[in-house]
C-alpha cells in the first residue's frame, strides 16, 4: 500500500466514526463533516490504487 491509500483508509474510517458521534449527539452538522470526510477519504484512496497500479503496469 503507498501513503495514499493508508491516509485515505484512515480518513474513510475517521469520517465513519465521526457522522455515527453525530448521530450519538444528534448533530446534522458532525455527520455532514464526517460524510465530507468519507468521500475525501475515498478519494484520496482512489488515487493511491491508481498510482499503485500505473507503477505496477511499469
Not at 475517521?14 to 468519507?38: I, P, Y
Amino acid at each position: 500500500m503507498n501513503r495514499d491509500q493508508v491516509k485515505g483508509t484512515a480518513k474513510d474510517v475517521a469520517g465513519k466514526v465521526q457522522e455515527q458521534a453525530g448521530k450519538l449527539v444528534d448533530s446534522k452538522t458532525q455527520q455532514a463533516k464526517g460524510l465530507e470526510k468519507q468521500a475525501e477519504g475515498k478519494t484520496q484512496k482512489a488515487f493511491g490504487d491508481a498510482k499503485d497500479m500505473i507503477k505496477k503496469s511499469h
